[in-house]
């Protein structure tokens, strides 16, 4: 059992394999937090709050002088005694904000309950659910908190319920998934950040006293602000220290908040926030919260990152990424909008030779599609481009043993379109306000049921009795000026919310519709990286930006809390051969630490190009499996050396591991026929790479020298120079070849 209850205590206790989670209930009313860290048979549990500042203390309380405000919750309250940021805000029949949820009993459930019209962590061996059930008298409003445990991951979920049982609407205007007060302040928060073409920055923030936040405003996750949050001890490393970690299973706008009070307690809260969020609750209707996850180790942000990256890829992304993925060649950076038939089979018939799978059909091929300004919600084929029609294209392409995907953009219309035309009140626009542009487009209102029908309705004859394998997702604006004409005026502060919950249902229908189709999101790159995708995308295109210098840093922030399964990664047409960071083979280099795929015109290459792109699929074959379920060691952060040199590897298993891929990669900014002068600027010419995860008493063959080594000098560490010759990715495959003798 990971959930116990000791009655006596009135206390929880919340188990995984490495930690444990506590809280009681106090005076018989109150929940709070007692303990969240490493699991141990020896600690004690009684929990004593002492009143520590200027606050309403709660007379009926066993504790003197207790105050909500004083002491750690589980659940905090708007203008309850709490003056810390709260996790839910509702306005009730009188007009007044101030609430208080008492206990009101519990429920422990095999599995978990799923989160209606929200994706969430599906369940798996011994996923156990705890139920508490809150009310608060006045409102007449129950509310359940729900934590579903994930032992074998030390991942724990989190989302809550709120039901009206009264006969009065109320409003919710903040609800938070995740309320986490810790006992002390000596943190540092680790987010990230960007815009776009330059996402995933990783930023280490020192806390001090007062609020810290990341947040999006926009509609989406956004390239801004990822949802991820962790807070680790000052001393935290790779390797060692105290992580706590959460992330965010959704797509649209939250709100992180991290609030260190005078006192040094520390509280963290995720959720929806307040400023682009709020819902008329109506007798009887329940309002469930995303769901959010959470983890705890004491051995470092890596640890940290690999319990992520499992737990994401065995409970949220889709199961069927996990067979075989394809190696795709998208057209956009081949011709973009100049894509016809003859260029799309001539490209395919090239892409099989090379050992590609699948052909992907970007932006273009619809409506009267020339450029970004037209066509968008008119997702009918161009004649013009394609006068044989998307069938016969899908069959021929299927009959030379490739695979064919298509670009969708759903969410989106242009005003030039037959769409608009017709139902120019299908955009997401506030009324009598000129609405700000973007790539000359809009959103549609996916409040509106009527919006979300057309839609299914016309990619379902548009696709009819034809094989698509892939769909590229993509979402080019963020909202501005938005309001949605199906709603009434009192519910215009809920078109965000609503708006994603409609992108969803069509996702689901996706999914239904077409089951045994792949599906990659984007947005504008990494505009929508976030756990609520990837409940549907077997990939994410983390960014337009495939410049490889750049790619690299990008997808290094990226594993700080997603895994390589997940994360597109294209190898784009090299724009001078001579240039070291531009070179196919840096590219590819680069490319490789995900999801393999290009992105060049391949009619327009040589014979000498193709060859080597070849020779990098079959490599890539080697160690695709590796790349996509392995386990990720960071060695060197881009992020922290003025040569923005990184250095990580995947291993087969956390220890004692039969393969092991070690990529070494220098942004060096210059050239290969001059570099003499650059040499002395490195600091660092040397580096000591440990790979950790190698048996000691194994020997390894690396495949690409041909030398052998000791697992006990790979751990021990091996010496990698910095290139003189003007190589800027260096891979090392390491394989097992035998176990050595004890003597």
């Known amino acids: 059992m990971s959930i116990r209850y000791n009655q006596k205590s009135q206390t929880f206790i919340i188990c995984t394999q490495k930690t444990q989670y506590v809280f009681k209930v106090v005076a018989g009313k109150y929940l709070v937090h007692c303990y969240y860290g490493s ?39 708007f203008n309850s005694g709490d003056y810390r940021c709260c996790s839910l805000r509702i306005r009730g029949k009188n007009g007044d904000s101030s609430t208080l949820f008492e206990y009101n009993g519990y429920e422990i459930i095999d599995g978990r309950v799923n989160i209606e019209d929200f994706p969430n962590a599906r369940a798996c061996k011994d996923t ?39 006969n009065m ?166 011709c973009y909008y100049k894509i016809n038939e003859d260029i799309l089979l001539s490209l395919s018939s090239i892409a099989r030779k090379c050992g590609m799978d699948m052909i992907v059909l970007d932006d273009g091929w619809f409506g009267k599609r020339d450029d970004d300004t037209s066509s968008l919600g008119d997702w009918i084929l161009d004649k013009r481009k394609f006068p044989n029609g998307l069938k016969y294209l899908s069959d021929k392409i299927h009959a030379e043993n490739m695979k064919f995907g298509i670009w969708i953009e759903p969410e989106m219309i242009n005003y030039n379109s037959q769409l608009y035309k017709n139902h120019p009140e299908w955009c997401l626009v506030c009324k009598g306000r000129q609405p700000t542009l973007s790539r000359d487009q809009l959103l549609l209102d996916l409040c509106n049921p009527d919006v979300l029908e057309y839609l299914k309705d016309i990619f379902k004859k548009t696709f009819a009795g034809i094989e698509i394998d892939y769909f590229k997702w993509d979402f080019n604006r963020n909202a501005s000026e938005y309001g949605s004409a199906f709603l009434g005026c009192e519910q215009q502060d809920e078109a965000l919310f609503r708006y994603q919950k409609g992108a969803y249902e069509l996702l689901f229908w996706f999914k239904k519709q077409f089951p045994n189709t792949f599906i990659e999101t984007c947005s504008g790159g990494g505009g929508r990286y976030d756990l609520g995708m990837m409940a549907f995308s077997s990939q994410i295109w983390a960014s337009d930006n495939t410049t490889a210098k750049d790619r690299l840093r990008i997808q290094y922030g990226c594993t700080l809390a997603y895994p390589a399964a997940v994360m597109s990664c294209h190898v784009s047409d090299p724009r001078n051969v001579s240039d070291v960071l531009n070179a196919l083979d840096y590219k590819y280099k680069v490319a490789i630490g995900g999801m393999l795929g290009y992105e060049l015109n ?62 070494h990669m220098q942004n060096f900014p ?41 697992g006990a000098d790979l751990i021990s560490g091996i010496p990698i120079r910095a290139s003189e010759s003007g190589e800027c990715g260096r891979i090392y495959l390491f394989e097992r070849k035998e176990i050595r003798n004890n003597g």
């Open 602 to 663: 391949l009619i327009e290459c040589s014979e000498e190009i193709k060859n080597e792109i070849s020779g990098q699929i079959k490599f890539y074959r080697n160690i695709e499996d590796l790349i996509k379920t392995g386990y990720l060691f960071r060695l060197i952060s881009p992020f922290e050396n003025s040569t923005e040199t990184a250095a990580y590897y995947y291993s087969d298993k956390e220890c004692n591991a039969d393969k092991i891929c070690l990529f």
């Open 128 to 166: 156990e659910t705890l139920v508490i059930s809150l009310l608060d008298k006045v409102t007449d409003c129950e509310l359940k908190l729900y934590y579903t445990v994930y032992p074998e991951y030390d991942i724990i979920s989190r989302y809550f319920a709120l039901t009206n049982k009264g």
């Open 169 to 334: 609407d109320i409003k919710v205007e903040k609800a938070m998934s995740i309320c986490l007060d810790l006992p002390d302040h000596c943190y540092d928060a680790l987010t990230l950040h960007g815009c776009q073409t330059t996402e995933m920055n990783i930023q280490r923030s020192s806390l001090g006293y007062g609020n810290f936040s990341i947040t999006s405003r926009r509609g989406a996750s956004s390239h801004d602000f990822n949802p991820f949050m962790a807070i680790v001890s000052k001393d935290a490393t790779e390797e060692y220290g105290d992580v706590y970690a959460l992330n965010f299973v959704y797509s649209g706008s939250f709100l992180n908040e991290i609030e260190v009070n005078a006192q040094g307690n520390t509280r963290i809260s995720m959720g929806l926030g307040e400023e682009t969020f709020a819902y008329t609750l109506t007798s009887g209707e329940c309002f469930r919260s995303p769901e959010a996850v959470m983890t705890y180790t004491a051995d470092g942000i890596g640890d940290m990152s690999r319990k992520m990256h499992c737990f994401i890829r065995n409970t949220i992304m889709p199961r069927e990424c996990f067979k075989h993925r394809p190696i795709v060649l998208n057209t956009w950076e081949a």
């Open 670 to 710: 210059y050239y290969k026929r001059d570099i003499s002068w650059h040499m002395d600027l490195i600091p660092q010419k040397v580096n000591m790479l440990k790979i950790k995860s190698a048996d000691p008493s194994a020997v390894y063959f690396e495949r690409l020298s041909g030398q052998s080594y000791r």
């Open 39 to 77: 699991k141990s048979d020896s600690l004690d549990y009684s929990y004593n709050v002492q009143a520590l500042s200027f606050s309403p203390a709660i007379k009926e309380a066993e504790i003197p002088r207790f105050s909500l405000n004083d002491a750690p919750l589980e659940f905090s309250y």
